[in-house]
């Protein structure tokens, strides 16, 4: 059995999903593959970034890996991150 570790999101993008495109998983896990690439694709476009998103994103992974509730929301991580998005803007400088 091999193993291959992959912690870069450009090689999730590049390398990872268009192997499994072009060779599809035959099991229920084709699913959870396609809502995987889905959320992989917005996080390229920085949607985990505004606090709707990152909801929109918990509501995916809510429906893989034998449909189990997304704890992700309510974890101390998850408030820590989204309390530091909604404070962000108050140290920016107000253009003219």
Avoid at 49 to 68: C, D, F, K, S, Y
Avoid at 73 to 88: M, P, V, W
């Amino acid at each position: 059995m091999h193993r291959f570790t992959v912690r870069s999101l450009g090689d999730l993008e590049v390398r990872i999903i268009p192997f499994f495109e072009v060779n599809p998983l035959l099991t229920a896990k084709a699913v959870d593959f396609r809502k995987f690439a889905q959320v992989i694709r917005m996080m390229r476009l920085g949607v985990h970034l505004q606090v709707g998103g990152l909801a929109q994103i918990a509501a995916i992974a809510e429906t893989m890996n034998r449909r189990q509730p997304s704890r992700y929301l309510e974890s101390s991580e998850a408030i820590r991150q989204l309390s530091r998005f909604d404070n962000r803007d108050k140290d920016m400088v107000q253009a003219p």
